[in-house]
């Protein structure tokens, strides 16, 4: 057998890799970008229309097998991005899936106005929902069909590019806001941002971070989103990206069989900087070893009989 | 290899080849690499991990104290449980690494420079060539625990000029490294700092009330070291913002927003 | 100073100790709970009126810094846990918090009346809202506050003692199921029992569990618990057990400080059945390094200045 | 030290004192305790984790293959990520353990009795007094890898009757530890086994046509090894539960449901 085909084509754009380096987690340096093996398309830091200096004090606090980050979307605002950091990005042969987190619904709509000029250079356009809507009670966008319909009903008539609503795990009833954003007309579904968490500092006896709650990521929350991701599919006719905790191959196929198209990987490239490049590597040997041509065979497996299921299928069609 | 902001780091699997213990506070950790990695020069550092498991989940960020050929040593202080892990180590155990990280330390060749640690503060100087207006060494211990580490360090320092200063007055005279440094800095000098916060305000405050110049080696809390989470995130003076991991780990005291030690 | 009080006084019932041994830990072997040190409560494994089997195939799983289970409730039922458990039980000299899993309504109003008559003998009843409700469509009776206020409209009348309710961590509102409890009559609620989760088997690419998904515990979890505690503290006016993944002192002392008046550890005997002793004794120097007397003036300081808060409380009063 | 069911057992904190390894799938641990423990016999176990860290989460079960004195000693088969790193331990660290779990295997005194071990399934047996009975040991192994783990075993049990059989024909007679067995067992012997659930299965299978009693070793995911949560629960063929933890691990063949090799 000919080494596994890893290629993920979700509603309208096909990767050479399935796996994505996430939100918020690389510099945005172009050098850097061009030298990570094992992706194709990579994630932007959130960027708002604004530039934002992000949350004060503490920003990190580690747990078990778990980060917090209470990093606040640090950054410069989308047009200073589009004038200094976009051009360098644009050159490394990289996919840029450019974060975006709505704020407020007015900025996010100048914000997607602006990136319109460089449509071009921007294969995905994902929206970030964790933001707190201020206008609506400091809940997160996402938290709600309403507020993914409503940020959708600008981000989606101002962006004719490919567009993925990134989840937030907090939501009330999670599939309830997968099929908003399906609604709303996203090309796909990123399942899902950090979730909530705490922690407190045992000098003062205080909340750690000054916002008092974190953002949870990292392996811990793995079966977390794994859960998400399984419970998704079937629910949505738009790919799932899936999101959180994922640290090996094995991971990244288990979010394949439970539903996910792609894989996005944050955290663990803390631990190991270039750990897409062994995933891949990874990955194919898994396939090879069970005889498996195409990692999009496999999507959604879990619910069809697993590996046997889809050998069936094969050979069925 | 990667790249980051024109550094070049390396992540590799290296193995403990020895360990000496400094006290119960401290110990000094010698580690094989399994091959040669970008160069490494004073006041860079690593991020030190435990290999397969996710708990603790992120490197330790620790001062290269020496390397040589495929060696790098650090000296670990026991200040939680990560850094405890890692001073706990026996030879044959395995550690990953990303190294080097952060710009090396300019330390200024046209004027008198003093070295001041704050106990493991040391570290990242220890590799620093001695400049041609090179005054002496100021460490400063807490307590008699340390007496292994300040014999180490003077073994470490031998032939220079070295001041010792401890709180409890059993290792030197009573005292801390900045005011052990004290009437002894003059204006125009520069002092090339590396230790707990508290020592690093007060060198501060110090530099800008005597004139003279103040690199501070700052610590900060960090997932990545290269740039991207900004989690080490510090405010300059001037209001733009700067990454502890790549714009440091020292900075220029003149340079520092009046937050970097709140 | 004399050593700490760790004395915990929540709503009724006064415990030696803050530290209680969730359900579903502990084998409910009288020898065993004699020798536990460290603790005055305990809860029992999760009893239904029915005996219960439990679930077939895998019960465990291991994530990182988790544990993943789907146990099922195996249990021998009420009425013959009454006539051949709790005569031993009751004899260990621990007060007996016994969880109660609500299966249907009918099933519970039979159990509680049944449980009445050991009223004497069993400290607190406390409900376990996890269980999927059948005829609601099968969520759990926690997710919503309709169920909880449905469960404790049979409950409540039904138990004259002590009542705690158990949340799900899963409830689309977390803190109005909390409000629902404390208006259907609870004298506190227990935030919170497990996260779920779900994990796949890559031998043969299907769900691990029989029932695909499963309760996460653990360390991993304790970010999640505590931040669920932090924000139901003053939302609620009835006490708050804080749980999830507690393996320390330390974490204890979180639980406390973001607003619970016990803690309940469950996991973390699966590393050492002996953990609370050690536990309760760091505590008693955590509390004494901070020259704190009670533990129970520290109950929610979080809220109020830290431990700078509560020794100005302290000296105001 | 804490008691379930009648058992009592200690948890302590033990160092590695000497690691043999076994070629490139087993090691064989030798771990100091700080003090003394209940009695250990064998067919009992023990969790083993590793300190300080969350991941692993859970001690895992390993047989206990000699207790003496303050030492214990285990054969630990690489099977996963968990028992690889015991495995891959360094004398000096440490272990800890929740130590003797499960009943004491019996083995009968009356009758003929074999004992039978897929590979590192010798491990529970190797501390069984020899019966008066004792017809020999046979063991089973895949391949040549294993080779110094069966060299190591025929230390243990030098002076035993030893027959080896090798999936793939390079250690011994081509075949199985059941396929070994073959033919040489009688109806009314006791067939003592403990390795790999297909071997398992085929010799509960075997005894079932050969009237002879097998005495199995099942292995079940474990979290607390004191009976409490429910997760090593199997069914008996009177369809009543056992936990595999606190009832067993041994188990008499005639007693398990059918569904307990799934
Ligand atoms: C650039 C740099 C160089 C350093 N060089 C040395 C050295 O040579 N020798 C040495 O002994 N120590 C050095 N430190 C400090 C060392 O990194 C911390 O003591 C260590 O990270 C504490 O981890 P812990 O788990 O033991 O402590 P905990 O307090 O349990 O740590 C909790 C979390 O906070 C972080 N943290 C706590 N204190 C610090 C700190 N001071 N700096 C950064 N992160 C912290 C930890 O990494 C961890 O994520 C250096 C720090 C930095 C940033
Ligand atoms: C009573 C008993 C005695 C045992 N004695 C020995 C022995 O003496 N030598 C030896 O090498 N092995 C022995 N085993 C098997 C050993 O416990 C497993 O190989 C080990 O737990 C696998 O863990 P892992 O992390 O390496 O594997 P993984 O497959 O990564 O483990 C995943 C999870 O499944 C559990 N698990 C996987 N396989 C088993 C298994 N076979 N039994 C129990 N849990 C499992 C793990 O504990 C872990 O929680 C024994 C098992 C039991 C129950
Ligand atoms: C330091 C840090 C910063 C992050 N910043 C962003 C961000 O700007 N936008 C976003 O959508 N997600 C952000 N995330 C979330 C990640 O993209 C990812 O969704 C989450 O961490 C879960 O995946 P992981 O467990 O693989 O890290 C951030 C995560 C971390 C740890
Ligand atoms: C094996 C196991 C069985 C459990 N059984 C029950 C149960 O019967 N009833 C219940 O309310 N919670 C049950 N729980 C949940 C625990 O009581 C506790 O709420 C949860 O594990 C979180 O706490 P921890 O992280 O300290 O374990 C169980 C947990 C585990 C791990
Ligand atoms: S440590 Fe991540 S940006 Fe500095
Ligand atoms: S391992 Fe917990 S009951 Fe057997």
């Known amino acids: 057998m000919s080494s596994p085909d890893l290629r993920a084509t979700l509603g309208g754009v096909t990767l050479d890799s399935p796996l994505i380096p996430a939100s918020g987690i690389l510099p945005m340096d172009p050098v850097l970008w061009m030298g990570l093996e094992g992706c194709d398309g990579v994630c932007t830091k959130g960027l708002t229309w604004r530039p934002r200096a992000g949350n004060p004090g503490v920003r990190l606090e580690e747990t078990p097998g778990g980060l917090l980050n209470s990093i606040g979307l640090e950054n410069p605002g989308v047009q200073a991005w589009m004038r200094e950091t976009l051009p360098g990005l644009a050159g490394t042969g990289k996919r840029i899936v450019l974060n975006l987190a709505c704020e407020d619904l007015d900025s996010l709509g100048r914000a997607v106005e602006a990136l319109g ?37 600008i981000a989606r008539p101002g962006w004719k590019g490919i567009l993925w609503v990134k989840l937030t795990p907090q939501a009330g009833d999670f599939v309830a806001t997968a099929r908003a954003a399906e609604a709303g007309g996203a090309d796909g579904v990123v399942v899902a941002n950090t979730w909530l968490g705490a922690a407190l500092d045992l000098q003062t006896g205080l909340p750690r971070f000054a916002r008092s709650v974190a953002g949870l990521s990292g392996p811990a929350v793995f079966p977390l989103s794994l859960r998400l991701v399984f419970q998704t599919y079937g629910r949505v006719g738009i790919p799932i990206v899936g999101c959180g905790g994922v640290r090996s191959a094995e991971d990244a196929l288990c979010m394949v069989l439970a539903g996910a198209s792609a894989v996005e990987v944050g955290t663990w490239h803390f631990r190991k900087l270039d750990c897409l490049a062994g995933m891949c590597r990874d990955l194919q040997a898994l396939l090879q070893a069970r005889g498996v041509a195409s990692l999009a065979e496999l999507v959604g497996a879990a619910h069809r009989g697993g590996f046997a299921g889809a050998r069936k299928e094969r050979s069925g069609a | 290899m990667s790249v980051c902001g024109g550094h070049v780091f390396s992540e590799v699997r290296g193995t403990l080849v020895s360990r000496i213990s400094l006290g119960t506070g401290a110990a000094w950790l010698e580690i094989r690499l399994p091959g040669p990695i970008p160069p490494v020069r004073a006041g860079q550092f690593a991020l030190l991990s435990l290999p397969e498991v996710c708990d603790p989940l992120l490197g330790r960020p620790l001062a290269v104290a020496r390397a040589q050929e495929d060696r790098v040593s650090f000296l ?88 010792v200063a401890c709180d409890d007055g059993s290792l030197g005279p009573k005292g801390n490294a900045v005011s052990a440094l004290g009437e002894r800095v003059r204006p125009g000098d520069c002092v090339v700092a590396c230790g707990p916060e508290g020592m690093l305000q007060a060198l501060r405050d110090l530099s800008r009330a005597g004139g003279f110049q103040a690199i501070l080696g700052l610590e900060r809390r960090m997932a990545c070291g290269f740039g991207g989470c900004l989690g080490c995130r510090i405010t300059r003076r001037d209001g733009t913002s700067a990454r502890v991991c790549v714009d440091g780990p020292f900075f220029d005291g003149e340079e520092l927003g009046d937050d970097v030690f709140a």
Do not use: Y
Not at chain 1, 121 to 148: F, K, Q, T, Y
Not at chain 2, 93 to 109: A, F, I, M, N, T
């Open chain 2, 76 to 163: 670990c202080r026991r200040a939680g449980r990560g850094s405890g892990l890692l001073a706990d180590l026996i030879p044959g155990q395995s550690v990953d690494l990303r190294l080097p990280l952060g710009r090396p330390v300019e330390v200024p060749q046209d004027r008198p420079v003093w070295f001041l640690g704050g106990s493991v503060g040391a570290a990242p100087l220890l590799m620093a060539p001695v400049p041609p207006g090179f005054r002496g060494w100021v460490l400063g211990f807490r307590d008699a625990s340390w007496g292994p580490a300040l014999e180490h360090l003077r073994g470490l320092l031998a032939g220079l000029p070295l001041t």
């Open chain 1, 117 to 153: 000029g460089a449509s071009d250079r921007i294969a995905v356009l994902e929206l970030n929902l964790s933001c707190p809507n201020v206008d609506g009670g400091g809940a997160a966008w996402g938290e709600a069909p309403e507020g993914v319909r409503a940020a959708l009903g």
